[in-house]
């Protein structure tokens, strides 16, 4: 018997879909959404004009609605992947495949990523999801 069935690579690879869309445009979002500060100190009285302008900030900017649809994208994936695999193994692939997506898609952005025991953590985090793979196969 194959370590991976083709129908567990297809889960595999929706899985991994998803938490490439999650987690690499996350950074990318926060990126996109600097300046915000200053439109919204233009309004320290808060209220609708406030949250208007912060609106037409952020919908104004490629750099923050590119990764936005994107991110958006892999919602319509991981809730079409749901429907089609055990939930069981949908979430934890796909939530913690997301933290690494992220952390690297940060580091490679610039973003400070920590020290070794980060690298210890990515490392468990993908022994996890090897184990939850291989428990359902």
């Known amino acids: 018997m194959d370590f991976l069935s083709t129908e567990l690579l297809q889960q595999l690879v929706g899985f991994v879909l998803v938490a490439f ?3 690499s445009t996350n950074p990318l979002i926060k990126a996109g959404s600097s300046g915000l500060e200053q ?3 233009r309004y320290p009285e808060g209220g609708v004009r406030k949250l208007l302008a912060e609106w037409r900030y952020l919908l104004t900017r490629w750099q923050y609605v590119v990764p936005l649809a994107l991110n958006l994208s892999g919602s319509v994936v991981y809730y079409y992947t749901l429907g089609k695999n055990d939930m069981s193994l ?3 692939i796909v939530n913690s495949l997301t933290f690494v997506f992220s952390l690297l898609t940060g580091l490679l952005l610039g973003e400070e990523f920590g020290n070794k025991e980060s690298w210890i953590g990515i490392g468990f985090v993908l022994v996890g999801t090897l184990i939850c793979i ?3 196969n």
């Open 90 to 92: 949908a979430v934890p």
């Open 21 to 23: 869309c999650w987690g």
């Open 134 to 136: 291989s428990s359902k």
């Open 39 to 41: 439109v919204s100190a």
